[in-house]
């Protein structure tokens, strides 16, 4: 039995797990990585599909009976931990990484921010989540979901929801919806400093229900550029382009 302390539900739907098997389409060969495979049920199907699969488990008890899989190879480690872009080199695969998952609610968001140091050996991701992050995720501009998160993941991936998974599909059952996304980097993403946009985003939505002059315009005035941007309007009315255009601005000259 898993350990609850690792915040996973585990999916039992079979009917279900067939179509984000679906979605995912493993093709025979592809380098994949499964984060938090848990019991399998995503596990078994996948690596039917592949051949051959990398599995990240936290849980000792659970890798341990992992390791009886021939077919799989286990990586015993806390996802934070791991460094994508080296996994990547030692899978030896001439195509990047695909990486899948149901991922734990309590730390999706840090993960999909650890990712994104490790886009650039990324081909695609599939994601389980707690329906109210991909929410976030997918987020338009002038929503009450849009925001930091919504632009950190928008400048550089294509996202799409995929599918709704309902409570019950799950063991425990959780208390709240589930989402599949999919997560698409972009093949020439804007060139920027991704510390100036983190920065400034967050900075954008510390107070997003004033105006932006009382947060980002402070924090513009004490840099020594400071482009022309509108600050009548609040974080959430400003779309992704804007942010990035304004991150750019303020390392023009500087990103190779």
Not at 104 to 113: A, H, M, Q
Not at 144 to 149: A, E, K, Q
Not at 152 to 170: D, G, H, K
Request: with cysteine.
């Amino acid at each position: 039995m898993a350990r609850k302390r690792f915040g996973q539900n585990f999916l039992t739907d079979q009917g279900l797990i067939d179509q984000i098997v679906r979605a995912i389409d493993p093709r025979p060969g592809q380098a994949m990585v499964e984060i938090g495979p848990g019991l399998r049920a995503l596990t078994q199907p996948l690596v039917e599909r592949l051949g051959h699969l990398n599995v990240i488990e936290l849980d000792r008890d659970l890798a341990l009976k992992l390791k009886t899989h021939t077919q799989l190879q286990v990586i015993e480690a806390d996802v934070l931990s791991v460094d994508f872009t080296q996994l990547s080199a030692q899978i030896h695969s001439p195509e990047k990484l695909r990486i899948v998952g149901n991922l734990p609610y309590n730390i999706s968001t840090p993960i999909l921010f650890h990712l994104l140091q490790h886009v650039g050996c990324v081909l695609d991701q599939h994601f389980m989540l707690q329906k109210e992050v991909v929410d976030r995720m997918v987020a338009s501009p002038a929503t009450s979901d849009y925001g930091r998160l919504s632009v950190m993941l928008q400048w550089r991936y294509r996202m799409e929801r995929v599918l709704a998974v309902p409570p019950e599909s799950f063991e425990p059952a959780p208390r709240v919806d589930s989402a599949v996304v999919r997560m698409v980097p972009f093949a020439e993403p804007p060139k920027l400093h991704f510390e100036v946009l983190h920065d400034l985003v967050q900075v954008a939505f510390s107070q997003r229900r004033k105006l932006l002059r009382h947060s980002l315009g402070v924090w513009l005035e004490m840099r020594t550029q400071s482009p022309s941007f509108d600050l009548q309007r609040r974080a959430e009315e400003v779309p992704v382009s804007e942010y990035i255009a304004l991150a750019q601005a303020l390392t023009q000259g500087s990103v190779g």
